[in-house]
């Protein structure tokens, strides 16, 4: 995928010039292509070669590895859940416009992986209105109850869904999908908690909780106080904020 030895490429569904913090570029879902970056939109000829190949390989590799599975992101504004959004795939063929077109690289992608390794092995994540990587999805409540109740169909080993605006996904997807639903996004112990006594979800995603907490089960069955996460260390490289946390 790189243009030249030491060149990334950022892929997305569409390109659309726009103007943000003095940059100019072609849009990740609002991220602008970077000096030495460029940005492309995938052609219809581009779509399974580049990403289908590169998933199966990916997941390939995974369970080859010693993983137990494999989740495919469509969420936080990255290439999958940019083909559903309203304001980044701009396309004009089968992978653009209608609901049924803007899903289909989503479904042929997961095909595409549950032949590789298997539907048992192979999970996916959503977030619905996600405002990272300044996502638009105005017709989110047309969007993912369709997804969901494909996915339904996969016999996949569990779906996560991250409701990070609060807007209630939980309750609108949880009914429409018959096999294992993570919940994730904004739980304590005890909220994550009462949504399970209620069937809302079978299982409660932690994620900068863990982080900070590398013994976060323990801390939960003990009731102890938690670490608080330091935002400052996100996306830094470096030990410092991932492996560093106290335990009990």
């Not at 570029?25 to 219809?44: D, M, Q, V």
């Not at 494999?70 to 396309?91: C, I, K």
């Not at 807007?167 to 909220?191: C, I």
Request: charged letters at 20%; one cysteine or more; proline letters at 5%.
């Amino acid at each position: 995928m790189s243009q030249a030895k030491a060149t990334a490429v950022s892929i997305t569904p569409s390109i659309r010039t726009v103007e943000k913090s003095g940059a100019r570029g072609g849009t990740n879902c609002g991220t602008i292509a970077r000096k030495n970056r460029p940005t492309f939109g995938l052609s219809a000829h581009d779509i399974r070669p580049e990403p289908f190949s590169l998933s199966l390989v990916a997941a390939g590799n995974a369970i080859t590895a010693g993983f137990n599975g494999v989740e495919l992101h469509s969420a936080s504004g990255y290439l999958v859940q940019q083909f559903l959004t309203t304001n980044v795939n701009l396309r004009t063929d089968e992978y653009g416009g209608s609901v049924e077109n803007r899903t289909r690289f989503l479904f042929e992608v997961l095909e595409a992986m549950r032949s590789e390794i298997g539907a048992q092995r192979l999970a996916v994540k959503f977030s619905p209105q996600i405002v990272f990587n300044d996502i638009e999805e105005l017709d989110a409540d047309e969007v993912y109850p369709f997804i969901f109740k494909h996915v339904s169909k996969l016999g996949l080993a569990y779906v996560q869904v991250t409701d990070g605006t609060g807007k209630g996904w939980h309750s609108k997807l949880r009914p429409l999908y018959n096999g294992v639903y993570f919940a994730n996004a904004g739980f304590t112990r005890e909220s994550g908690a009462v949504l399970l006594a209620q069937g809302g979800a079978d299982a409660i995603a932690f994620g900068t909780k863990f982080l900070a907490n590398p013994d976060l089960p323990e801390r939960f069955k003990r009731g102890a106080q938690l670490n608080e996460p330091d935002k400052s260390t996100f996306y830094s490289p470096g030990e410092r904020g991932y492996t560093d946390y106290p335990t009990l």
